[in-house]
């Protein structure tokens, strides 16, 4: 056990480095009320209304705060329909710190991924992958190809102790270029972190590596760069060599053994809105800039207006800050360390963006086909209006071929934290549900489709508890006098 000096000590490493110029006051729900909108909802946390929520860890997409200079860097938008002024900021940050030679600016990260996919993928090509994204895969399906995991073993397995578990499993990756041959695979997709898997990340090692293989076959290599800066921190603080190298540097690194990258400037870019493509290659720019002029905007704005541009330019600036990293991979992590200490089952080593519950593990009474991760979110709101995201069968979606529910093997409740929006108070608040949830957890019920939606079917489903018309009962419902006070001890 750490004494209190060095307690203080290791707080001292991380505490968050800005202070709060401005804040956003939060509606308190009673149980009872929160029990209503969850029904309303139809028990997926996305269709919520978030004023009904109290800590919004849905998601890290576009729910940072900006800071001081971001805003002031609103003031600044040129918005000019071609040739804005805070176009040419964004492409010099782009290339400043990601290296990459053109930049196609998109509304977020899945236009970015819609034209690099149609530019590249040809009906019956083989994608392979440090695990599937959701709107990644998509694309991807959508433009005719199939996207084949590669990932390490070790990323299916919560448990797993790999500091690296976010890796490319170089026998997988030479068994697909040996099965389908280099000309069927369009590019390798690189992940960095790897959200799905827990917000993994990459080495160095892996990525030069991976970038090998795919130069000695002809093929190319697009990063998703989404959480790259995050990822550049894993590497400065857990692969030996990197430990004295910034994360910029580390960061610009990355991206040299890569073709180029898709991004959603939403997270590590800390802005609320925006994206980009950017590559290397002059011919797959002008396509792309084609294509984004159709789809997104013009080449020179992408469906961003001219202070988004400027306040993603300052955004990326911050983000390589190494105070700035460590203080939030730093908060993500005091989460995940009270959940551990307390024997609640998380993915494990804790990733960068957000603390992912093991439901599986955490609900062994549910059956895999009542979408474990789903409910334990659901009833999750219900207990403390903490709000978190299922990342599990619903998300995978169902097979192509055989229309069959996936069952993959994580089955996982995302705690995602916004950058720079909560305290650790709030982090508190939010283990304490947790712990009270897991110590109840036999209440907690399965739940099964009521609709289904056909494409990205997590975003818009509903369901209904199976067999019972709550999904957690714990008796504190029952009078609504005793639920509110009961939800007043609890939150307020
Ligand atoms: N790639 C990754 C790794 C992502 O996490 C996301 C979005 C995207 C691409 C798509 O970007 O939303 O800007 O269109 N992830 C969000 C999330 C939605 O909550 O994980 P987008």
């Known amino acids: 056990m750490a004494g209190p000096c060095e307690l203080k000590r290791q707080r001292r490493s991380w505490a968050e480095p800005y202070k709060i110029k401005v804040v956003e006051p939060l509606k308190m729900t009673s149980r009872s009320q929160r029990e209503r909108a969850m029904v309303e909802a139809g028990f997926n946390t996305f269709l919520l209304n978030s004023e009904d929520v109290y800590i919004d860890l849905l998601t890290d997409s576009g729910t940072s705060a900006m800071s001081d200079r971001q805003w002031a860097g609103m003031m600044m938008g040129d918005e000019a329909y071609a040739g804005s002024r805070n176009f040419h900021c964004l492409d010099k940050a782009v290339k400043d710190f990601y290296g990459y030679r053109h930049l196609i600016p998109t509304h977020q990260g899945r236009g970015a991924e819609h034209i690099l996919s149609q530019l590249v993928i040809k009906p019956g090509d083989v994608v392979p992958g440090n695990m599937y994204f959701t709107t990644t895969r998509f694309h991807q399906e959508h433009a005719g190809g199939r996207f084949v995991d590669i990932i390490i073993d070790e990323a299916h397995d919560p448990t797993a102790a790999h500091p690296f578990k976010g890796n490319i499993d170089l026998e997988k ?22 959200n799905m898997g827990g917000g993994q990340p990459v080495s160095m090692a892996n990525i030069r590596e991976v970038s090998g293989i795919c130069r000695e076959h002809g093929i190319r290599i697009f990063l998703d760069a989404t959480r790259a800066v995050e990822n550049a921190y894993f590497i400065k603080t857990r ?125 062994p009474h549910v059956p895999a086909d009542q979408f474990r991760a789903q409910a334990l979110a659901a009833a999750l709101y219900v207990d403390s209006g903490v709000r978190a995201m299922e990342r599990g069968a619903v998300s995978a979606g169902r097979d192509l071929d055989t229309g069959e529910n996936r069952i993959p093997k994580l089955e ?22 947790i712990i009270d949830l897991w110590q109840k957890r036999s209440q907690v019920r399965g739940l099964k489709f009521t609709y289904e939606p056909d ?38």
Do not use: W
């Open 173 to 194: 990756l030479r068994r697909v270029i040996d099965e389908h041959g280099a000309e069927k695979i369009p590019y390798v997709c690189l992940h960095t972190t790897v």
């Open 239 to 363: 692969e030996p060599g990197y430990e004295n190298r910034s994360v910029a540097e580390i960061l610009h690194e990355t991206c040299s053994y890569t073709d180029g990258c898709t991004m959603s400037g939403k997270k590590d870019c800390l802005v609320n809105i925006g994206g980009f493509l950017a590559v290397n290659d002059d011919g797959i720019a002008d396509a792309a800039r084609n294509m984004c002029v159709v789809y997104e905007g013009l080449h020179t704005y992408g469906g961003m207006a001219g202070r988004d541009m400027q306040a993603m330019a300052i955004g990326i600036e911050e983000s390589v800050e190494s105070d700035h990293v460590r203080a939030r991979i730093g908060q993500v992590e005091y989460l995940g360390e009270q959940l551990m200490e307390a024997g609640v089952p998380v993915m494990r080593p804790i990733g960068g963006h957000g603390v992912f519950v093991d439901a599986a593990a955490f609900l």
């Open 412 to 433: 996982l409740v995302r705690l995602t934290i916004p950058r720079r929006v909560y305290t650790q108070a709030h982090m508190d608040v939010t283990a304490e549900s």
């Open 455 to 492: 494409q990205l079917r997590f975003f818009r489903a509903r369901f209904e508890p199976v067999g019972a018309d709550k999904v957690l009962d714990d008796g504190c419902g029952c009078a609504a006098s005793q639920s509110e006070a009961c939800a007043a001890s609890r939150v307020s």
